[in-house]
């Protein structure tokens, strides 16, 4: 065994998270032995993960794993492992729409889609919750174009869009929109919405929680009391969705709503779910937004929503706005979200190699 292995990766900013993408083939095919080189990789369990490309941050500790795909109705599979940061564990039950925005990129890049014209359309199969996504990716001369003028929330700078078309996504964990049965009901005295929408979350009203909905990540990360609330409740959640115990694990997550304030559809706060997200996930901001134009859920009072089937919802966070293009169907406990759709971006910071102790294959 050689004192160290070198895997080759992209590191990639992928919307407003960041981590290596890998050829799914370069990992071990075992999971136990692929779980202990991605925590080698980033440097888990560590608080500073000094040790590993990790950031110290959820957003920052995260990795995509790519392959071509055997299925006629995609180009490519993708695979997302969120990697503690204190803990030795990879969590490969929820997906990314942050980092999903760099996987249509990674495959031309790595050669797994040919870039064709201005537009390259990669279809990505989400194998973690069976969903497809349609990435319309900017390419110039076979290569990915990176610079353009499109801002996302989060990020600094510009660059270029990648629209992110989501399909399948109704039930991705549990197989249905609410996976109770009810639009709204009670834990522990506080009224919750359980959807699950690309991810299962637990949506309540800020209010309900004694907070606002406006505070900062840093404001609410600091009220550990409330943090210990919130996770009593999810816990339930996790246990009515049919998820089993979900303590250690990253889903369901969770939301809290408030009205809009600067002219969106409803303003939220999401967590990730030990710590407040900086700006809104992607896949968050889908089952936010399907919350949204709910009738009979928690988000009634709150949310301004828009009229139709087919309607932009903007809903506002900590660092700005997401907005998600949603096709839905039907209301109430029959609606079904057709699709989503978004505007991510992403960029290649590094190729080449991260190595990993030989000793975490023996």
Not at 89 to 96: G, I, L, R, W
Not at 247 to 268: C, W
Not at 321 to 350: F, Y
């Amino acid at each position: 065994m050689t004192d160290q292995i070198a895997i080759p990766c992209i590191v990639m900013r992928g919307g407003s998270s960041k981590g290596p993408y890998f050829r799914l083939s370069d990992l071990p095919a075992d999971k136990e032995a692929r779980a202990r080189v991605l925590l080698a990789a980033m440097g888990s369990p560590d608080a500073r993960q000094i040790d590993g490309l990790g950031g110290a941050d959820p957003l920052t500790s995260k990795v995509a794993m790519v392959a071509p795909s055997e299925r006629d109705d995609a180009d490519v599979d993708y695979h997302f492992a969120q990697v503690l940061i204190d803990k030795a564990f990879v969590d490969t039950n929820p997906s990314c729409g942050n980092m999903l925005s760099g996987v249509g990129p990674f495959a031309i890049e790595s050669g797994m889609v040919a870039a064709t014209g201005s537009e390259t359309r990669v279809r990505i199969y989400e194998a973690n919750t069976g969903s497809r996504i349609e990435a319309v990716v900017q390419t110039r001369d076979g290569k990915v174009v990176y610079d353009g003028d499109a801002e996302i929330a989060g990020v600094p700078g510009t660059a270029a869009p990648v629209r992110l078309n989501f399909m399948d996504i109704t039930g991705s964990k549990t197989g249905a929109l609410l996976p109770t049965g009810k639009v709204r009901e009670e834990i522990d005295g506080v009224e919750v919405t359980l959807v699950d929408v690309s991810v299962p979350m637990m949506m309540i009203r800020a209010a309900d929680l004694g907070k606002t909905g406006y505070e900062t990540p840093a404001e609410l990360n600091a009220d550990t009391a409330f943090f210990a609330r919130l996770e009593s409740l999810r816990l339930e959640a996790g246990r009515r969705m049919g998820l089993g115990d979900v303590t250690g694990k990253v889903i369901p997550k969770v939301a809290i709503l408030s009205a809009p304030r600067d002219g969106g559809n409803i303003s939220a706060r999401y967590f990730v779910p030990d710590k407040t997200h900086a700006a809104m996930a992607v896949t968050g901001g889908t089952c936010i937004a399907s919350v949204a134009v709910l009738e009979g859920s928690v988000s009634d009072g709150l949310a301004q929503r828009p009229e139709g089937d087919d309607r932009m919802v903007v809903i506002e966070h900590p660092a700005g706005v997401l907005e998600v293009a949603l096709t839905t169907s039907g209301s109430g406990t029959g609606m079904d979200v057709v699709s989503a759709g978004v505007i991510r971006t992403a960029r290649k910071l590094m190729a080449g190699e991260v190595f990993v102790p030989g000793a975490v294959l023996a």
